[in-house]
């Protein structure tokens, strides 16, 4: 099956900073790929996504990058709020019907 | 317009009980999916069903486990004989037809199962 597995498992950053959370998969057919937020006791929330035809995306204060070479996945979140402070999981998929989701990375914000 | 319901948000067995888990999906919605989240660990695909059919089961344990999708009504995850491997929180997602990315499936709070 797919494997698609997270280099740090912990982040701690300063408000304000950019945070970068890294993503590794090993499935080079998947086309498809979301980077997740889950906050406490919650469901995860959709935050970006992008597709195998593009390298980079961006949204609202975060970006997503894409190497497609390396199987190499990186969100990035600029000026770090509080807000922020949960458990980001990227997710792969190759057939629109479900996803293969990494371990997490639990990003802690400190004030 | 309400989100994805779960119920019951915690549910607590003893070892060879039944559970139930119910998933009701965001209005127009018409697929379902369910993940097992073990701590500290991603979200496991389990199931995916479409009203009265099931697209996908590839991520369900062969015994034991199975899902269902009525036509009216939620959909349902239920667990036979539970064993303590099977604590988890159980999540559900929906997505209205023609899927079209990530960020029209939602999913809704989870289930806490704990076997004791």
């Known amino acids: 099956g797919e494997s698609v597995g997270l280099h740090l498992p912990t982040l701690s950053v300063q408000e304000g900073d950019n945070s970068i959370i890294n993503c590794a998969y090993s499935n080079s057919a998947s086309d498809y790929f979301i980077w997740y937020k889950q906050e406490s006791g919650k469901g995860p929330q959709f935050i970006i996504d992008i597709r195998s035809n593009m390298d980079k995306r961006q949204g609202q204060r975060v970006t997503v990058l894409l190497n497609k070479t390396v199987k190499h996945l990186s969100l990035q979140i600029a000026a770090t709020q509080p807000g922020d402070s949960a458990v980001y999981f990227c997710a792969e998929n190759h057939n629109f019907n479900k996803f293969y989701f990494g371990s997490g990375t639990k990003l802690n914000v400190k004030p | 317009n309400a989100g994805v319901m779960q119920n019951p948000r915690h549910l607590v067995r003893r070892r060879g009980q039944e559970a139930r888990l119910r998933c009701s999906p965001m209005k127009g919605h018409s697929h379902v999916y369910w993940y097992r989240q073990l701590p500290e660990e991603g979200l496991k695909f389990m199931v995916y069903l479409q009203k009265e059919n099931i697209i996908d089961e590839s991520g369900m344990p062969k015994e034991r486990f199975s899902a269902e999708f009525p036509k009216e009504g939620p959909s349902i995850l239920r667990i036979q004989q539970v064993v303590r491997g099977d604590s988890a929180a159980y999540f559900c997602?929906?997505?209205?037809?023609?899927?079209?990315?990530?960020?029209?499936?939602?999913f809704g709070p989870g289930t806490r199962l704990l076997v004791l």
């Open positions: 997602a929906s997505s209205p037809p023609g899927f079209s990315g990530g960020e029209t499936q939602y």
